[in-house]
């Protein structure tokens, strides 16, 4: 790839303008865009990749404009060529008759060495036969890398590659960075935490405010970068203001309890013989590594998944199937998790989102009251939200669409609470806070947590006991 100089001194592209004071250069190799949330990369990615004959953009590289691919974790829609209507269709087998497997969205391709060799490397092998809405969202992100690494783009452009991955898989992905790069294809990573800056990044790219900063050579100072970019991370919530419940916890003594539960679908065993017993206020990590059916296992809980009537399930002190609707269930549970993120589609305002966390549904039904986009304002307030609130959610970038979930769910002051991968997403300043969050939650208020992570220091501090799962071999 020709170097891609960004010559206007501002860049448009949706109706987002970036100030480009320094006339960015992008050369080859493996370059990092870095920048909290909010802060405009996403937009670079999408004006590089499209944005060329914007007549505000002066784009100019040497010869042809170089073939670019951008990926991010929502681009699974278009990918799979198929519409899914709502995250728990993936649970209902009956649903997934016309959902199509990996080998008839990818087609010849993967037969070819090529993507034998990536799939081996990011350890895929056998995705080929997977449907495509059975993947965790961890499968799903290398899936979409593989895809678009075969195809061998001049410059490759990966949004928040590393989020959902576990720390093998991470490992794995700089390996295959490193790797495309130095066989011809340039690779832009968008990342909001420092931290995952690669060995194999030969310039970085900051950003803040929607202003490109000067570019830093990285090469042989990966590591003394990831330390000194920590300070474009300034972010921190008032603890004194995280909003009450104006209802009274509903006592129990056991929150749930698995015993011997198995899920499969078709001849492929997702869960087998998993025991679990959580008390009332006790705090646990879930942990495994991707693919090992966490997801699946906290639907059966949330009450997603049908198959949670033939197994022996018990939620707060009541066996399930003994007369009590999914929504009895639901009232009591807060979940986020990144397959609600990725299938959540709604139109509407960031305070309306909010609101309607209050009710025991994903849908967005009926109008919104007083009090409840009173109790909404809090939160995004606590969030540094507030103005946001008559946005429209869809226009958010990714990580604020997280905080916009994550508020979604504590409003309900649930008495247990799912937080599958909250902080997916968020720059590492907001994964602080949102963590000393659900600790001053906890604290305060005693829900019972179940917090699933791939990578262990964003665990918070109240969580004591932890359950792992393996991932099963399927013959």
């Known amino acids: 790839m020709n170097a891609i100089r960004l010559q206007s001194d ?17 050369y080859p190799g493996v370059t990092v865009v870095i920048g909290p949330n909010g802060s405009g990369k996403s937009t670079l990615g ?78 895929l092998e056998g995705i080929e036969d997977k449907k495509i809405n059975y993947l965790s969202s ?4 290398k899936l979409l890398v593989v895809n678009v690494m075969s195809q ?40 909001c ?36 970019m920590m300070g474009l ?9 995280v909003p009450k419940s104006p209802r009274e916890r509903e006592p129990h003594d056991v929150t749930l309890e698995l015993r011997g539960c198995n899920v499969s679908y078709g001849s492929r065993r997702i869960i087998e013989n998993e025991s679990w017993l959580v008390r009332q206020g006790e705090c646990w990590a879930l942990a495994g590594p991707n693919g090992c059916g966490k997801s699946v296992l906290l639907s059966l809980v949330y009450a997603d998944n049908p198959q949670a009537y033939s197994n ?33 589609r709604f139109e509407g305002t960031v305070r309306d989102v909010v609101a309607q966390g209050l009710r025991s549904t994903t849908g967005n039904y009926g109008s919104i009251s007083r009090a409840a986009s009173e109790e909404a304002m809090s939160w995004l307030s606590l969030f540094h939200l507030e103005g946001l609130a008559d946005r429209r959610y869809s226009t958010l970038s990714t990580g604020e669409q997280r905080l916009v979930l994550i508020a979604r769910t504590l409003i309900k002051h649930p008495d247990l609470l799912i937080l599958d991968e909250p902080l997916h997403g968020l720059d590492a ?22 917090y699933v992570t791939h990578f262990l220091p964003e665990v918070p501090e109240c969580v004591t006991r932890t359950k792992t799962l393996k991932k099963l071999k399927n013959m």
Request: net charge negative.
């Open 233 to 241: 991370m300034d972010y921190v919530v008032d603890l004194e203001r």
């Open 138 to 141: 961890g499968e799903l992100r």
């Open 46 to 123: 999408r004006i590089i990749e499209k944005g060329w004959n914007i007549m505000t953009n002066s784009i100019k590289t040497e010869g042809d404009k170089p073939e670019i691919k951008f990926i991010e974790f929502n681009d699974i829609h278009s990918l799979s060529g198929c519409h899914v209507e709502y995250y728990q269709q993936r649970h209902e087998a009956t649903m997934n008759d016309e959902v199509p497997v990996v080998a008839e969205i990818i087609g010849p391709a993967v037969k070819t060495d090529r993507w034998r060799q990536l799939c081996g490397a990011l350890r």
């Open 429 to 450: 300043a907001r994964k602080r806070s949102v963590r000393a969050v659900i600790n001053a939650i906890v604290s305060r208020d005693m829900p019972t947590l179940i």
């Open 193 to 228: 935490n420092p931290g995952e800056i690669p060995d194999c990044a030969d310039a970085v790219i900051p950003m803040s405010s929607l202003t490109l900063g000067e570019p830093v050579d990285c090469r042989g100072k990966a590591a003394e970068l990831r330390e000194s």
């Open 312 to 344: 022996d399930i018990t939620l707060f002190d009541r066996r399930r199937g003994s007369g009590e609707s999914i929504w009895d269930i639901k009232r009591r549970i807060g979940y986020v998790s990144p397959e609600m993120h990725l299938y959540f």
């Open 10 to 26: 501002t860049l448009r592209y949706i109706g987002v303008t970036l100030s480009n004071p320094h006339h960015v250069t992008v």
């Open 152 to 191: 061998n783009p001049d410059l490759l452009i990966m949004d928040n590659p590393y989020i959902g991955l576990d720390a093998a898989s991470r490992s794995l992905l700089d390996e295959a960075i490193a790797d495309i790069a130095a066989g011809g294809t340039s690779v832009m990573l968008l990342l």
